[in-house]
């Protein structure tokens, strides 16, 4: 049984676009977690031995249910994190679709596998692991929990969710959407915990492994736990991606691109292009670009749909990407649009480009969490693949160029996760999705993703 100290209190959820308090939820207490995990346990061995047809039909489901709700959902989101209301509606229909793609798919992908073995007959085959505890974030509050769910439950796996407190609306949304999918009590149960009550419930022998989209510090924390518990988890953390434009770039493409790429979902993503890589025979074309379609975007009521860029998630987020803005000037940093800090209502905060003086800048060698995009000059093609990889994250990275197998060469010599060619980083269902160095280990997504929390069994027997 999970023992615990961490009693009952209020949560809230506060809109950062005006400050005021949304609602006030409370936190499980020890004794409702505790029940939770034994049904997420019960509810395992009969989950198990569904077939992976009968799950798809649950995956179905969830699908016409999200999308059934998607006003409420969308909505929810642009109140509680202060995504740009069209930005939340695509949030919603690109988590129906990756409850699909698995419904679709996930027979194939977990088709035992022939081997060859002299005089047995051999063959591996992918079984349900267990119960898993899935630690979301604030920025994508639907799409997150909907990219570990879908595979981890056509996996055959139960699943217990600890969603951030800033969005305890749309976990306890998300939940409805999995009760009126019919998947059966106890398959999928949310819980408001705290941290330290989620590195309990790692350690909890009725769960079997553990997944975490997060920051840097709550890797550390969810891997170590996971570590002491020998327990797999998968850990997508922070990244400081890259987005490389070298000499025969279709610049003015990259550049009205990179607006995206670095300002979408006001900035907040892990896989957002953060640090600008361009060789010297181009930065003059791209900078000016880039800056102009940058002071083209729209801040404000994330309601409004004509918004590019809401508030940031919370005020204190927003501080401290201020500070970071500020030590990079005091460093020798040139800001060339935005920078300053918004004085009225709410975590708002300018899209911002700061064309910095070196690699030991503030912003190229920190993640920055918000719509601040750090540029830099390079020599060429290998000045940039070495500031590229200056980094301690590795998630993924975006490459303007050309040639398409001068293009591949440069993606080999990139320690990042992924490398998208002429065009941004983004997450899709089809291919595998995650990080090296401290951005993480493991892989959500595609085939990978599925099979991270799966028990692949060898099985042999006698010709």
């Known amino acids: 049984m999970m023992t615990t100290t961490v009693a009952a209190r209020p949560i809230r959820s506060v809109n950062p676009a005006s400050g005021e308090t949304i609602?006030?939820?409370?936190?499980?207490?020890?004794?409702?977690?505790?029940?939770?995990?034994?049904?997420?346990?019960?509810?395992?061995?009969?989950?198990?031995?569904?077939?992976v047809d009968?799950?798809?039909?649950?995956?179905?489901?969830?699908?016409?249910?999200?999308?059934?709700?998607?006003?409420?959902?969308?909505?929810?989101?642009?109140?509680?994190?202060?995504?740009?209301?069209?930005?939340?509606?695509?949030?919603?229909?690109?988590?129906a679709g990756v409850c699909e793609f698995y419904a679709d798919h996930a027979a194939d992908m977990l088709a035992p596998e022939p081997a060859e073995l002299v005089g047995r007959e051999a063959f591996v085959q992918f079984l349900p692991l267990g119960p898993v505890l899935a630690i979301m974030p604030w920025n994508y509050p639907i799409w997150q929990v909907m990219r570990a769910a879908a595979p981890i439950l056509s996996g055959g796996n139960t699943l217990v969710i600890k969603h951030a407190e800033s969005v305890s609306?749309?976990?306890?949304?998300?939940?409805?959407?999995?009760?009126?999918?019919?998947?059966?009590?106890?398959?999928?149960?949310?819980?408001?915990?705290?941290?330290?009550?989620?590195?309990?419930?790692?350690?909890?022998?009725r769960i079997a492994a553990a997944t975490l989209t997060g920051s840097e510090r709550a890797g550390v924390a969810v891997g170590g736990a996971a570590g002491a518990a020998l327990k797999p988890c998968v850990l997508e953390l922070g990244g400081s991606d890259a987005f490389i434009v070298v000499d025969d770039a279709d610049v003015h493409a990259a550049a009205q691109v990179a607006v995206n790429a670095?300002?979408?979902?006001?900035?907040q993503s892990?896989?957002?292009?953060?640090?600008?890589?361009?060789?010297?025979?181009?930065?003059?074309?791209?900078?000016?670009?880039?800056?102009?379609?940058?002071?083209?975007?729209?801040?404000?009521?994330?309601f409004d749909r004509s918004t590019d860029v809401g508030p940031m998630s919370r005020v204190e987020l927003r501080d401290e990407l201020d500070d970071q803005v500020t030590r990079a000037v005091a460093h020798g940093d040139t800001v060339l649009v935005g920078g300053t800090r918004s004085d009225g209502p709410?975590?708002?905060?300018?899209?911002?480009?700061?064309?910095?003086?070196?690699?030991?800048?503030?912003?190229?060698?920190?993640?920055?969490f918000g719509p601040v995009a750090a540029v830099i000059r390079v020599a060429d093609e290998d000045a940039a693949i070495r500031v590229?990889?200056?980094?301690?994250?590795?998630?993924?990275?975006?490459?303007?160029?050309?040639?398409?197998?001068?293009?591949?060469?440069?993606?080999?010599?990139?320690?990042?996760?992924?490398?998208?060619?002429?065009?941004?980083?983004?997450?899709?269902?089809?291919?595998?999705?995650?990080?090296?160095?401290?951005?993480?280990?493991?892989?959500?997504?595609?085939?990978?993703?599925?099979r991270e929390f799966v028990n692949v069994q060898t099985v042999t027997i006698p010709d």
């Not at 499980?28 to 989950?47: K, M, N, Q, V």
């Not at 998300?174 to 941290?195: E, H, R, S």
């Not at 709410?346 to 060698?365: H, K, L, R």
């Open 388 to 450: 590229a990889n200056d980094s301690a994250y590795g998630l993924s990275s975006a490459l303007w160029c050309g040639d398409r197998d001068r293009a591949v060469s440069i993606a080999a010599r990139l320690d990042t996760g992924g490398c998208f060619i002429n065009g941004m980083t983004a997450s899709d269902p089809h291919i595998p999705f995650g990080g090296v160095k401290r951005s993480g280990f493991g892989r959500e997504l595609g085939a990978y993703g599925l």
């Open 262 to 267: 670095r300002f979408q979902n006001t900035g």
């Open 270 to 302: 892990c896989i957002a292009a953060k640090r600008f890589i361009v060789t010297d025979a181009v930065a003059d074309e791209f900078i000016a670009a880039f800056t102009a379609a940058t002071k083209a975007l729209t801040i404000g009521d994330p």
């Open 169 to 205: 609306g749309c976990a306890l949304a998300l939940q409805k959407i999995f009760d009126d999918a019919g998947l059966g009590d106890g398959v999928v149960q949310t819980l408001l915990l705290d941290g330290p009550s989620a590195s309990m419930v790692i350690a909890d022998d």
């Open 23 to 51: 609602a006030e939820y409370s936190a499980h207490s020890p004794e409702a977690i505790d029940a939770a995990l034994t049904r997420t346990r019960t509810a395992f061995e009969g989950w198990r031995t569904t077939t």
């Open 346 to 368: 709410g975590a708002f905060y300018p899209p911002t480009i700061v064309e910095v003086a070196d690699t030991s800048s503030p912003i190229m060698q920190e993640e920055t």
């Open 54 to 95: 009968a799950r798809a039909a649950k995956l179905h489901a969830m699908a016409a249910a999200i999308r059934a709700g998607s006003d409420r959902l969308a909505a929810l989101i642009t109140a509680e994190m202060g995504k740009p209301i069209a930005q939340a509606e695509a949030e919603i229909e690109k988590s």
